[in-house]
């Protein structure tokens, strides 16, 4: 399986974003995806996560600005991000699981992920 990321850029507080992630290869057994984020000098974060029966999971600090969809029949997941924050600046990466089904509240977790992409910087400042 293979991930790739797109739409990242700089954007000035209060401004939007779409990331993209694009899904290849051996998908079938995909189950959940999500994104996460890394800052200098953080770990790495869940943002948001969207399994294949379309539950969903934000981190606090994401909800009502982010807005997380997939697209099965193109193999895309998106990430609308409205209301941007400066705290918002970092690495953004699509993940995905294809192992057994976990409840959404272990998805908040990197090590369940299967898959990573490369990365969109998403930087946000005035």
């Known amino acids: 399986v293979q991930l790739v990321e797109s739409g990242g850029g700089s954007v000035q507080p209060g401004g939007s974003l779409r990331l993209s992630c694009a899904a290849s290869?051996?998908?079938?057994?995909?189950?959940?995806v999500g994104w996460h984020r890394q800052a200098p000098g953080n770990q790495r974060e869940l943002v948001a996560t969207?399994?294949?029966?379309?539950?969903?999971d934000y981190a606090d600090s994401v909800k009502g600005r982010f807005t997380i969809s997939r697209n099965n029949a193109k193999d895309m997941v998106y990430l609308q991000m409205n209301s941007l924050k400066p705290e918002d600046t970092a690495v953004y990466y699509c993940a995905a699981r294809a192992g057994g089904r976990l409840v959404m509240s272990a998805m908040r977790e990197d090590r369940y992920y299967d898959y990573w992409g490369q990365g969109t910087e998403v930087t946000v400042s005035s």
């Open positions: 290869g051996s998908i079938a057994g995909i189950n959940t």
């Open positions: 969207i399994s294949n029966r379309d539950s969903i």
